[in-house]
């Protein structure tokens, strides 16, 4: 189906008949086919397609083709009227832009309501930052990556960063434009020479100040990757002007010039260049993030200029599907992502041919729609600037307005890998690591069980090694029999040994969020620890048993490998002496060995014996790898209130997961040891601590980098450190 591209007639063939072409700036159908490629570009980017790894190239040309538009259209206007009239162009910009947008915005708002993008930390902050055209900066304002566009719980809105760059500039360019030709003028006035004459000298000083002004923007973008990094590169605003002032450039120095006919036989080169940079550049890093695009934005300007004669690229782009594609390559941008994302939360794969085509089928109709019903008819409406302007600032009110329909949603579960990587056990190629204490202890085989109780003999609970500061001169204690419920809550930092303790924590979420804290501790100790991280979402030691209490995609699955794949992986090349593990909430559910028998709860002394045997054959798995030190956890009990799975807010199934562990631990008589983070949460009275444990499970990284420095990191290391390990 053809749309109406605009109200001016093709550029008549005729005109290309002479030696030399005469740019006036009336409607190119190429530069919509233009536009259609490059959403086509960012779609099949979008749908996660492993052939266009680079297809955010799109939006450069875009930014590119916007500079060249917005600037053309100026100057046609200024050398009409003898000047520009910024209101007039807020206003065409505003009808053009924002029904669209704020379409889009209420409508991820809506679906919102009706249990669309739950997963989504700050949505309301998302909508509020989109509304006000500032989402590049609410991006890098949140420390997220455009390398993980594709990971869980992904903003709806996330592609409005660059619609915020192209607003912002063009609330600042035509004031520039003004300004700069003003000045410009007023020096011309003063000198005595004919109109064309001076024409043609403003041309040139104009030119000069938007080159000069492009010359600035293009050394900042890779100052400001080096300075600021690679997020900084591609989201910032001063980073991504020069693209678009490449444009700009571009439509100085066509403005009232000749184009020579010959200009067509850069199409060919500058289009087949764009097409394979989108095929061989990296997604996740490469120029795009280290501020070279703006020589990206050369092969468009290229292509932009050739674009102004006949050839065969020219009439390519001018085909009635591709300039149909691009009369709503707006739309088909604003929307395809909120759906894009909705899909997947539904399970599609777009990478499915035929789920891709289904994807681009809703896209397409979406966005006809509102170019039909929304965004044409807004165009068409004869509105002065200053009604315009004020009706548009009331649709901004609505907007905002609706974003407050959002609910908050706890914060995503996701590793700080900026932090883990700083921490990281350094690997080891083989080399003999420089022992921790003179003799190790020899492995020892497991008992039988024994018996449930927080008194066993060969158990070490967290009191029964190291010792509060106020009683420790910071040598390393000898191990007591005795086992107590109670834990000092701080403990004093040993001497730095012979080289840091290698620490692996291996287990769910909450253990991820140890880790941090840990981390984090690291930092300001890094000769007594490094710390590693092996987990999962919801990992549970148990895999072999489904989880019935409530439905996590996969996490049987996603268990199994890091127990069986991840982690002996990390054990074979970090070398750990100690390895922590820790599970919450999969290992307090219920679960299913046998469908016949049902679920059982961790307080069944069915599920009891299982579980330990699991724990147990683990720990001894672990010990026979090399690893001289198993650390279990007892997790702190949650206070979060399950409301979707009630029988989850159960004290005593937190409970008796922790005798678990302690009965599993207790069938070792050396190399495994158990620390109480529960006795320590409640000693140090931070139990029912909103600022301790926001969500009412996880340890925030502020406080888990505090309990690390007080207690957990002191207590790994002298555990570490123990001459009977």
Not at 113 to 133: H, K, N, P, S, Y
Not at 298 to 312: K, T
Not at 462 to 489: I, K, L, Q
Not at 533 to 554: H, R, Y
Request: hydrophobic share 45%; with cysteine.
């Amino acid at each position: 189906m053809r749309l109406p591209v605009g109200a001016s007639e093709p550029i008549p063939t005729s005109r290309f008949e002479s030696p030399h072409v005469h740019q006036e700036f009336p409607h190119q159908p190429a530069l919509d086919g233009l536009r259609g490629v490059s959403v086509l570009l960012v779609l099949l980017f979008h749908a996660g397609l492993p052939f266009v790894p680079a297809g955010y190239l799109g939006v450069s040309v875009f930014f590119t083709l916007s500079g060249y538009l917005i600037t053309s259209l100026l100057l046609v206007e200024q050398a009409r009227s003898g000047t520009v009239r910024v209101g007039a162009f807020y206003g065409r910009r505003v009808k053009r832009l924002l029904p669209a947008s704020s379409l889009c915005l209420v409508g991820v708002v809506v679906a919102r309501q009706f249990g669309a993008f739950t997963d989504v930390v700050d949505l309301r902050g998302d909508v509020i930052g989109a509304a006000l055209q500032v989402f590049n900066w609410v991006q890098l304002a949140g420390g997220g990556s455009y390398g993980d566009l594709f990971g869980s719980a992904t903003s709806p809105l996330e592609h409005y960063w660059s619609l915020a760059i192209e607003e912002q500039f063009y609330w600042v360019w035509p004031v520039v434009v003004l300004v700069v030709l003003r000045r410009v003028r007023r020096r011309a006035d003063g000198v005595d020479r004919p109109a064309a004459q001076s024409a043609r000298w403003m041309r040139r000083r104009l030119t000069v100040a938007v080159a000069i002004l492009t010359l600035l923007a293009s050394v900042a973008a890779p100052l400001i990757a080096l300075l600021a990094g690679p997020d900084a590169a591609y989201w910032a605003t001063p980073a991504r002007l020069a693209e678009i002032l490449m444009g700009a450039l571009l439509a100085t120095v066509l403005h009232r010039r000749w184009v020579p006919a010959n200009a067509g036989r850069l199409a060919l080169p500058s289009f087949a260049g764009l097409l394979v940079a989108a095929m061989v550049l990296p997604s996740d890093h490469g120029p795009a993030y280290e501020g070279w695009l703006p020589l990206f934005a050369v092969l468009s300007v290229l292509l932009v200029y050739s674009l102004q004669a006949p050839g065969p690229v020219r009439r390519l782009l001018s085909t009635p599907l591709l300039v149909s594609t691009g009369a709503i390559s707006y739309g088909l941008y604003l929307f395809h992502w909120p759906v894009f994302v909705l899909l997947r939360e539904r399970g599609w794969d777009l990478t499915s041919p035929l789920q891709l085509i289904g994807a681009l089928a809703i896209t397409v109709t979406v966005s006809l729609v509102s170019y039909r019903l929304v965004e044409r008819p807004v165009r068409r409406t004869a509105w002065r600037p200053v009604p315009t302007l004020r009706l548009a600032a009331l649709a901004s009110v609505v907007v905002l307005a609706s974003a407050v329909l959002v609910a908050p949603t706890a914060p995503a579960i996701r590793a700080d890998d900026d932090l883990l990587d700083a921490a990281a056990i350094a690997p080891n190629d083989g080399e003999a690591l420089v022992p921790l204490v003179a003799a190790p202890a020899e492995p020892a085989e497991p008992s039988d069980p024994a018996p449930s109780t927080a008194t066993s003999e060969p158990e070490r609970s967290a009191s029964a090694g190291p010792v509060p500061s106020d009683a420790s001169d910071g040598s390393v204690p000898e191990a007591s029999a005795a086992t107590t419920t109670t834990v000092p809550t701080t403990l004093r930092l040993p001497p730095a040994p012979p080289r840091p303790v290698r620490v692996l924590v291996v287990g769910d979420s909450t253990a991820l969020y140890v880790a941090h804290g840990l981390a984090a501790w690291t930092m300001s100790h890094p000769d007594h620890a490094q710390v590693s991280v092996s987990w999962c979402q919801g990992c549970t030691f148990v895999p072999d048993a489904e989880i019935t209490s409530f439905d996590l995609d996969d996490v049987e699955d996603n268990s199994r490998r890091t127990l069986t794949e991840v982690m002996p992986d990390a054990i074979r090349q970090l070398r750990p002496d100690v390895v922590v593990l820790m599970s919450t909430v999969s290992d307090a559910a219920d679960r299913q060995w046998d469908p016949a028998e049902g679920s059982i709860d961790p307080t069944d002394p069915r599920a009891e014996e299982r579980m330990v045997t699991a724990f147990a054959d683990l720990t001894m798995e672990i010990i026979t790898s090399g690893v001289p030190d198993v650390v279990w956890v007892v997790p702190p009990t949650p206070t979060h209130e399950w409301d979707d799975d009630p029988e989850m807010n159960e004290v005593a199934r937190y409970t008796a997961h922790h005798e678990i562990v302690r009965e599993a631990a207790a069938r070792f008589d050396h190399h495994v040891s158990v620390v109480d983070l529960d006795a320590w949460v409640r000693a140090t009275g931070r139990f029912d601590d909103p600022g301790f444990r926001a969500d009412g499970v996880h340890i925030d990284e502020g406080p888990a980098t505090e309990m690390a420095e007080q207690f957990l990191g002191p207590w790994l290391v002298i555990e570490a450190l123990r001459p009977d390990r």
